[in-house]
């Protein structure tokens, strides 16, 4: 529901070969062509442009993903595939519990998948939220005939959101029947998931029309953190030091919780005899909190892997009801169900305890009993003796069961439209589409604030006894707990109609004639948000409390592109081309805007071909960043008021006049450690803040420029070569971010201390006044603005042979090898949080960590070798990662590197007679994990220089690394089998 602008990483750019091939940006066959189409004038669709001819180059480079990569590599959801590729930066996966909703996300080089524009048969596709995302779950995999990437901005030809670029799956028509299934398992035996798909098409009336119909069925079974050994215990520590402060470093890395016990943790109000941090360990008898042996290990209970289930149906077909005019239609169905688990409910609460009614319960022992009461006594005024004390209040609610969030997605898709001939050099292409999807949220093991907070001191109809683990009987868990409902639809119209053909001819008549298209287009999007009672009021505990979403917007486009080849008969050829587009929006801060692009391409022999476009792209502002209710999120955060730094200076001052109390920040003064430690803990309970993001009205477009430089080597001296070099550079201005929590505060309290500050001004009246902790109920408000910059640049090296070996094992007569290189050189990656500010800018390449997120690794590679031998395909994959390093120069942490990562996977496949294929094959083969630290009795890492993959702790990426990233099955296989009739 809200964004937190980290910058995210960038990876770069890829082409297949067979499966796996480097292609030198040519033409992709239509699908709905015959494979001969060229040989008969039949038009060619490229990605990336209108124009509709034979033997289009692009000035762009784009990156073709055949589907025997999918059958390869085992992957049933498109994710598996799409995330490997140097090009993409992991989103959302199934990996993703905390954060996650249960969908797929693509993230083009890095830049966001809001500024990505996906499409399947070159159309837009169906959304799922609020953010106007597209859920990679709802593509069927086994119909892809290719996945086609083009790089940089595409906003001329397609419209708002192709910042970064655009990816446009094929499917392809089908004359007969398929039928198959897959079955895939780790090593370890859990994890399990299978698939069952069929598709049926054919042609009729001779040969006029085609209709394809297909249905699937996916089950992925869950794996916990629990199962693995990297990700069983919650790990981190406190920096190893901090450069510029007093606190002394940590020696050890140790099993980490969030500051949150299985049993009642509870510290009394500044002021009083103690400011320590007590627990009741056993019922009724308070002891001394003691570090990490008290702290809550909430790993073992989440999901590693989340569980799915989906149903897909769907068809699409085409009819030349005339000779000029060819009917064409798209429908689909998907329902998606995927669980998320989380720990049980995280509850802290200041308030007050009545001590006579907690002996007369018998909730506490008679030791506890006078600790209290001296406590009472120790208090200030009229609270000296009164028989209460103000104290804070934690509690991990396990007796309520773990947090469960389940998404059940149904999306639907239509789509008609007409094509065909206006003349010999003039086509027609127009069509209407309308899709919605509505997802069902259902939570459980919320918790009311109120509730609990009444029930614990006594203000309630019953008070319930928190003071031990596993006190809270079932009777007494149902006064407080709660389940919530959320429920959000999003969807998306288009009309389109596009006029493209060719004219003249200015090269002697020896190239093609000059294309054009041309065209309008209008969009709606609507997308709403409906939170039940409890997350609307904000009066919750366990999942993120929301405000109502509701609002939408539309475009009225008009388009023009053309293509001027010139080439004389020696062979040397020159392409230029452009487009152009003007979008009129009925958003008041937008309104009218153009977007163009220009390109050459310039090949002086025919084994050479230079390219290089420029293009400018804009993204309008979606649904959820205009609109969005207030909605409460915990971001990872150090408070520097919770710091030894904060006892002392300037820094002091002004957390004492933003409502820390004086006596903590004595505390943070003493010099003794244990003193300061018990101190920090009540000004930050834990490594996440609260904070509340909302939308606004009042956000503008984006805009980026991009340009690409390449160059395409296919040398007739050695045939089957290909080699294809581009650089890239893609710079997105007035780019809409939500300031992350922790630059704010630095801003704040580190760098301008004080509160009449622009930046200071948001934490006015957010502290409670006992603990000086930031209230949940007064949290800073952060909302997007126009106000930073994105930038990436890179060389994207590609590089596919393929050779005839002469030979064969199987006796066929001959056999090939296929060979590719994939390959990225990240050069820059940065994320400036003001672009008014060329000082303040987050550099990303090669790095990891709090500020840029998932890793960015220098260099990032996919390469394939593969054996064919007639029916048989051996086919090996080498994916590597460099190594990255911790983006926070200031700060040293137990992991400050990530070392190089390397999986190796292999695939064995056969075909029997063209009908019946089977493959089998194993992912990760030599079971590469992230390593398992060893400890000693005290809960201490003992070789924490020795981390392999276990991410920033001070991050707190899931799972003790970046799941999405790395990989966390280990070694597994899958088992395929496809019948064709």
């Known amino acids: 529901m809200f964004t937190i602008n980290k910058k995210a990483s960038l990876l770069a750019s890829t082409v297949i070969l067979g499966s796996l091939v480097a292609t030198p940006a040519v033409a992709q066959d239509d699908p709905t062509i015959e494979p001969n189409a060229a040989e008969q004038g039949e038009r060619i669709v490229v990605t990336g442009t209108r124009i509709q001819r034979q033997n289009v180059d692009t000035a762009a480079p784009i990156a073709v993903v055949d589907s025997e990569e999918f059958s390869l590599a085992g992957a049933v959801n498109v994710e598996n595939v799409i995330n490997t590729l140097p090009q993409v930066v992991p989103g959302i996966t199934s990996f993703s519990n905390n954060p996650g909703n249960g969908t797929a996300s693509l993230n083009l080089r890095g830049l966001g998948a809001t500024r990505t524009m996906l499409l399947v048969n070159d159309r837009r596709w169906m959304f799922y939220d609020t953010n106007q995302v597209v859920d990679l779950n ?28 655009v990816v446009n799956f094929r499917l392809r028509d089908l004359d007969g029947a398929e039928f198959g299934g897959q079955y895939s398992i780790t090593d370890r035996g859990d994890g399990d998931r299978y698939q069952i798909h069929g598709a049926i098409g054919t042609d009729f009336a001779d040969g006029r029309g085609n209709v394809t119909v297909f249905g699937e069925y996916f089950n992925r079974e869950d794996i916990f953190q629990g199962d693995r050994a990297f990700s069983n215990f919650a790990l981190g520590g406190s920096p190893l030091q901090q450069l510029g402060s007093s606190l002394p470093p940590e020696t050890r890395l140790q099993y980490r919780g969030d500051g949150d016990t299985t049993g009642t943790s509870f510290a009394p109000a500044p002021g009083g005899t103690s400011n320590s941090l007590g627990i009741f360990g056993s019922p009724g008898s308070l002891r001394t909190y003691s570090t990490p042996g008290d702290l809550y290990n909430y790993a073992p209970v989440n999901y590693l892997q989340l569980p799915q289930e989906r149903y897909m149906l769907g068809g699409y077909g085409s009819y030349e009801i005339a000779e000029a005019i060819e009917f064409y239609g798209e429908v689909a169905y998907v329902n998606n169900q995927v669980d998320s688990e989380l720990a049980p409910t995280p509850i802290l609460i200041n308030t007050f305890l009545d001590i006579d009614s907690l002996v007369a319960n018998g909730f506490i022992d008679a030791a506890t009993e006078a600790e209290f009461r001296a406590l009472d006594a120790s208090e ?47 086509n027609y292409d127009a069509y209407y589409m309308y899709s919605r999807t509505r997802n069902a949220n259902i939570q459980q093991g919320n918790a009311s604030v109120s509730r609990f907070t009444a029930a614990v001191n006594g203000t309630g109809a019953e008070q319930i006894n928190i003071f031990g683990a596993g006190q809270l009987t079932p009777d007494m868990v149902d006064v407080f707990r709660i389940q919530a409902q959320n429920g959000d639809i999003s969807d998306l119209q288009v009309a389109s109609v596009a006029l493209s053909g060719t004219f003249g001819d200015f090269s002697l008549g020896v190239a093609e004639p000059v294309g054009f298209a041309f065209g309008g287009e209008y969009r709606e999007v609507n997308s709403e948000f409906l939170p039940d009672e409890f997350l609307a009021s904000g009066d919750v505990a366990g999942f993120n409390a929301g405000q109502p979403t509701e609002g939408g917007y539309n475009v009225n486009e008009i388009f023009a592109e053309i293509n001027v080849p010139f080439e004389t008969e020696s062979g040397m050829r020159l392409e230029l081309n452009g487009a152009a587009r003007y979008s009129d929006y009925s958003l008041e801060r937008v309104g009218g805007v153009w977007t163009y692009a220009g390109g050459v391409q310039f090949a002086p022999i025919e084994d050479i071909r230079f390219r290089a476009q420029y293009q400018r792209a804009v993204r309008a502002p979606n649904v959820g960043e205009l609109f969005q209710g207030t909605a409460i999120g915990f971001p990872g955060a150090n408070d520097p008021c919770a710091t030894a730094a904060a006892g002392s200076g300037a820094l002091r001052t002004l957390c004492a006049n933003n409502g820390v109390p004086t006596a903590l920040l004595d505390e943070l003064a003493s010099g003794d450690q244990g003193r300061i430690d018990a101190a920090s803990e009540l000004i930050q309970p834990d490594g996440q803040i609260a904070a509340l993001f909302g939308g606004s009205p009042l956000l503008s477009e984006e805009t980026s420029d991009s340009w690409t430089f390449g160059v395409v080597l296919q040398p007739q001296a050695i045939p089957g070569l290909t080699i294809t070099a581009d650089y890239f550079d893609i710079n997105i201005e007035d780019a809409i971010s939500t300031p992350s929590l922790q630059n704010q505060l630095d801003l704040c309290y580190v760098q301008l201390q004080s509160l009449a500050s622009e930046f200071c001004s948001k934490f006015v009246g957010t502290r409670d006044p006992i603990n000086g902790d930031f209230s949940r109920d007064d949290a800073p408000v952060l909302t997007g603005e126009n106000v930073a910059s994105l930038s990436t640049s890179g060389i994207d090296l590609q590089v596919s042979y393929g050779l005839d070996l002469g030979f064969s094992v199987l006796g066929n007569g001959g056999s090939d090898l296929n060979l590719s290189f994939l390959g990225t050189w990240t050069e820059t990656s940065d994320f400036a949080p003001d672009q008014n500010n ?11 960590g709090l500020n840029c997120d998932e890793p960015t690794p220098a260099f990032k590679w996919t390469a394939r070798a593969s054996y064919v031998d007639g029916p048989l395909t051996f086919s090996t994959r080498w994916r590597h990662l460099s190594a990255v390093d911790d983006d926070d120069d200031g700060t040293v942490y137990h992991v400050e590197r990530i070392a190089a990562y390397d999986l190796l996977d292999l695939t064995l496949s056969y075909d029997f007679m063209e009908t019946v294929t089977f493959t089998v094959g194993v992912n990760n083969l030599f079971d590469t994990l992230p390593s398992t630290p060893e400890f000693n009795a005290a809960g201490q890492v003992i070789n924490d220089t020795n981390t392999l993959l276990l991410g920033d702790f001070n991050n707190a990426e899931q799972a003790n690394t970046y799941p999405s990233t790395y990989d966390v099955l280990g070694r597994d296989f899958f088992a395929s089998v496809l019948f064709r009739f």
Do not use: H, K, M
Request: proline letters at 2%.
């Open 838 to 848: 060329p000082d303040n800018v987050v550099e990303c390449a090669a790095r990891f």
């Open 138 to 165: 709802t593509i069927p995999q086994f119909l892809l005939e290719s996945v086609d990437v083009v790089t940089g901005g595409a906003s001329a030809v397609y419209g708002s959101d192709a910042l970064a670029g």
């Open 380 to 426: 200030s005024g009229a609270d000296a003796n009164d028989g209460t004390i103000d104290v804070q209040i934690r509690r991990r609610l396990e007796e309520a069961g773990g947090r469960r969030n389940l998404d059940e997605r149904n999306s639907f898709r239509v789509l008609g439209g007409l094509r065909g001939g206006l003349t010999d050099w003039l």
